[in-house]
């Protein structure tokens, strides 16, 4: 901070409100602190009796804060992403596309670690729509040194990007029913339409449903008859629990799967699988999917859709904030369900 004369101050930035009174009719802020002074701010500045003003000035080395965010939401910025013009220094994200919302989680604790920036968003991997705001990010001081603002710039390119929102690929996806009791027509498919339809939300066609018995040999024909007709995302309905009837996890194994997870530390959802034949997932999915609005599929499929790898160390994450409360009424996505990391 330092003062300089009026006429000399274009383009510093003001430390202090400049207040403006009029005998008998106001009295308030001529120009607000953090303010940058321009040459049409001058004659009001001297009708009012300011000479002299403490400014900072960015010749010596400092980033207006504006500025500041600008630059660092900029760098941190990926696909899928617009910014908002500075509001008091606070820059804005927002999604630019619908899709599968992804954060470099460790970038932003570095980011967060560099002196007076400051960069909040909402929880990963979730789905957003275009237009929702999630993320916002600005400096402490009205001011900061230029280095800091590098540092940040640094960290954000070395890692880029730290923030994005990656399209879903529309999936041809097959259908596979197990149980005895819907093959042989004893009650009739719930899970297949309730599939169908959150597919057809993620903008992913299903390209047919077989109804197999309990026999894995069925189940593993019925897979691999899918692949061979090119689907690329294979979901086998029902028959994931350790009844000695429910032979979907061998059938998987017989078909000659990767496995990646069997089990997930989420309620809804504790009976899923994760496998992959070459390129294809292939998922298990028990009977809970077919009931609560959100169960472990709202959470991994939109994931295996944009295109990212989920691992098994991902599926054991899941485990804080994997218990869903069971709310009279269900908020999901805007809850807690699935957003421990």
Request: glycine share 10%; net charge negative.
């Given at each position: 901070m330092k003062t300089m004369h009026v006429e000399n101050a274009v383009g510093t930035v003001l430390c202090q409100d400049i207040t403006r009174i009029v005998p008998g009719k106001e009295k308030g802020p001529a120009f607000r602190r953090g303010h940058i002074?321009?040459?049409?701010d001058i004659p009001t500045l001297l009708d009012i009796g300011k000479e002299?003003?403490?400014?900072f000035d960015p010749q010596d080395g400092y980033v207006h804060e504006d500025d500041a965010a600008r630059r660092i939401a900029t760098a941190a910025a990926g696909q899928g992403i617009e910014l908002s013009t500075p509001v008091e220094g606070k820059i804005t994200l927002r999604a630019a596309q619908d899709g599968l919302l992804d954060i470099n989680t460790s970038t932003l604790f570095k980011l967060n670690s560099?002196?007076?920036?400051?960069?909040?968003?909402?929880?990963t991997n979730q789905l957003v729509r275009t237009g929702r705001a999630m993320a916002?990010?600005?400096?402490?001081?009205?001011?900061?040194?230029?280095?800091?603002?590098s540092q940040a710039e640094t960290v954000l390119r070395e890692n880029a990007p730290l923030i994005q929102v990656r399209p879903l690929k529309p999936a041809r996806v097959g259908i596979v029913t197990t149980g005895s009791e819907v093959y042989h027509g004893r009650i009739t498919d719930k899970f297949g339409p309730v599939i169908r339809?959150?597919?057809?939300?993620?903008?992913?066609?299903?390209?047919?449903?077989?109804?197999?018995?309990?026999?894995?040999?069925?189940?593993?024909?019925?897979?691999l008859d899918f692949i061979g007709n090119g689907a690329d995302f294979v979901v086998i309905t029902g028959g994931m629990s350790v009844d000695p009837d429910d032979q979907t996890?061998?059938?998987?194994?017989?078909?000659?799967?990767?496995?990646?997870?069997?089990?997930?530390?989420?309620?809804?959802?504790a009976m899923f699988m994760l496998a992959r034949i070459g390129d294809v997932p292939v998922v298990g999915l028990p009977g809970c999917v077919m009931y609560y609005r959100a169960s472990?599929?709202?959470?991994?499929?939109?994931?295996?859709?944009?295109?990212?790898?989920?691992?098994?160390?991902?599926?054991?994450?899941?485990?804080?904030?994997?218990?869903?409360?069971?709310?009279?009424?269900?908020?999901?996505?805007?809850?807690a369900f699935g957003k421990g990391i």
């Amino acid at each position: 901070m330092k003062t300089m004369h009026v006429e000399n101050a274009v383009g510093t930035v003001l430390c202090q409100d400049i207040t403006r009174i009029v005998p008998g009719k106001e009295k308030g802020p001529a120009f607000r602190r953090g303010h940058i002074v321009t040459e049409a701010d001058i004659p009001t500045l001297l009708d009012i009796g300011k000479e002299h003003l403490y400014v900072f000035d960015p010749q010596d080395g400092y980033v207006h804060e504006d500025d500041a965010a600008r630059r660092i939401a900029t760098a941190a910025a990926g696909q899928g992403i617009e910014l908002s013009t500075p509001v008091e220094g606070k820059i804005t994200l927002r999604a630019a596309q619908d899709g599968l919302l992804d954060i470099n989680t460790s970038t932003l604790f570095k980011l967060n670690s560099i002196k007076d920036v400051i960069f909040g968003t909402i929880h990963t991997n979730q789905l957003v729509r275009t237009g929702r705001a999630m993320a916002g990010t600005r400096v402490i001081p009205l001011v900061i040194p230029d280095e800091l603002v590098s540092q940040a710039e640094t960290v954000l390119r070395e890692n880029a990007p730290l923030i994005q929102v990656r399209p879903l690929k529309p999936a041809r996806v097959g259908i596979v029913t197990t149980g005895s009791e819907v093959y042989h027509g004893r009650i009739t498919d719930k899970f297949g339409p309730v599939i169908r339809k959150k597919f057809k939300d993620y903008g992913s066609t299903t390209i047919g449903q077989k109804l197999v018995s309990d026999d894995p040999e069925m189940t593993k024909n019925a897979i691999l008859d899918f692949i061979g007709n090119g689907a690329d995302f294979v979901v086998i309905t029902g028959g994931m629990s350790v009844d000695p009837d429910d032979q979907t996890p061998a059938a998987i194994r017989m078909a000659g799967a990767d496995i990646l997870a069997y089990g997930a530390p989420t309620f809804p959802g504790a009976m899923f699988m994760l496998a992959r034949i070459g390129d294809v997932p292939v998922v298990g999915l028990p009977g809970c999917v077919m009931y609560y609005r959100a169960s472990i599929f709202d959470l991994i499929i939109p994931r295996l859709l944009a295109g990212k790898d989920v691992t098994h160390e991902d599926i054991i994450n899941l485990g804080h904030g994997g218990f869903c409360e069971g709310c009279d009424t269900c908020r999901y996505p805007v809850c807690a369900f699935g957003k421990g990391i």
